[in-house]
């Protein structure tokens, strides 16, 4: 039996949920980010 040569359906969805795992960990940093330079509000923003 030969494959089929279109691409898969999920291949895109599991591209999309993998995006979407990383936007919701930049969100997350972003908002650790910015508590931080709120706390300390010293000069202190090596991480970026």
């Known amino acids: 039996m030969k494959f089929q040569q279109k691409p898969h359906k999920k291949t895109k969805d599991k591209k999309s949920f993998i995006e979407n ?12 980010i910015k508590t ?13």
């Open 21 to 32: 795992l990383r936007e919701e960990e930049q969100k997350k940093m972003d908002r650790l």
């Open 36 to 48: 931080n330079e709120k706390e300390n509000e010293d000069g202190n923003s090596e991480e970026k």
